[in-house]
T-cell receptor, first 115, second 113 residues
Framework: ETGVTQTPRHLVMGMTNKKSLKCEQH?????MYWYKQSAKKPLELMFV???????ENNSVPSRFSPECPNSSHLFLHLHTLQPEDSALYLC??????????????FGPGTRLTVT | KNQVEQSPQSLIILEGKNCTLQ??????????LRWYKQDTGRGPVSLTI?????NTKSNGRYTATLDADTKQSSLHITASQLSDSASYIC????????????FGGGTRLMVKP
């Protein structure tokens, strides 16, 4: 395992529901990320947090709301989602902001289905 | 616009055979290039990372090459095993503000017995 855990692993929700995805990293990293992976499309960066501060919001709809209470935990709050939001949501962490030589470590993902 | 294109989209090979996956990118200014392996239902796991000055790097049966002049990279898998069945993702980083990563669409490899 990579030291990044995500819960739940699978989630089915209706369009009127409110749910949250949780990510926890045990690696002592300072940066955390949310990605969306849809079928046959490249990973899409959604949000980036560095030392608990949001540094990137990649034009994500407001029905997705991130929260980073500390450097080890990251949440993605979901409400009034659309069927096209069904995807694999991946959390990742790195020692510092990636792009330099800092490796990103990914969690196993949450498979979300919106009905 | 920064882009990473991978080919082929999918590939089927027999166990024990070799294969080569391709990655072309237009990311600029270039910082580094990574290859990830993603098993079905799992998160990506890093295989190699190469900077501008490196043109080859190996990790067991995986060997990545980088030609920064032509902006191409390849991942060569030797003596394939059933466990190599996965998606292989090429990721390129630009050395500008934010240092964010640009992901390719991946190559889906299936190794058959």
């Amino acid at each position: 395992e990579t030291g990044v855990t995500q819960t739940p692993r699978h989630l089915v929700m209706g369009m009127t529901n409110k749910k949250s995805l949780k990510c926890e990293q045990h690696l002592g990293h300072n940066a955390m990320y949310w990605y969306k992976q849809s079928a046959k499309k490249p990973l899409e960066l959604m949000f980036v947090y560095n030392f608990k501060e949001q540094t990137e919001n990649n034009s994500v709809p407001s029905r997705f709301s991130p929260e980073c209470p500390n450097s080890s935990h990251l949440f993605l709050h979901l409400h009034t989602l659309q069927p096209e939001d069904s995807a694999l949501y991946l959390c990742a962490s790195s020692q510092a902001l990636a792009g330099g030589l800092y490796e990103q470590y990914f969690g196993p993902g949450t498979r979300l289905t919106v009905t | 616009k920064n882009q990473v294109e991978q080919s082929p989209q999918s590939l089927i090979i027999l166990e024990g055979k070799n294969c080569t996956l391709q990655c072309n990118y237009t990311v600029s200014p270039f910082s580094n290039l990574r290859w990830y392996k993603q098993d079905t239902g799992r998160g990506p796991v890093s295989l190699t990372i190469m900077t501008f000055s490196e043109n080859t790097k190996s990790n067991g049966r995986y060997t990545a090459t980088l030609d920064a002049d032509t902006k191409q990279s390849s991942l060569h898998i030797t003596a394939s095993q059933l466990s190599d069945s996965a998606s292989y993702i090429c990721v390129v980083s630009a050395s500008n503000a934010g240092n964010m990563l640009t992901f390719g669409g991946g190559t889906r490899l299936m190794v058959k017995p």
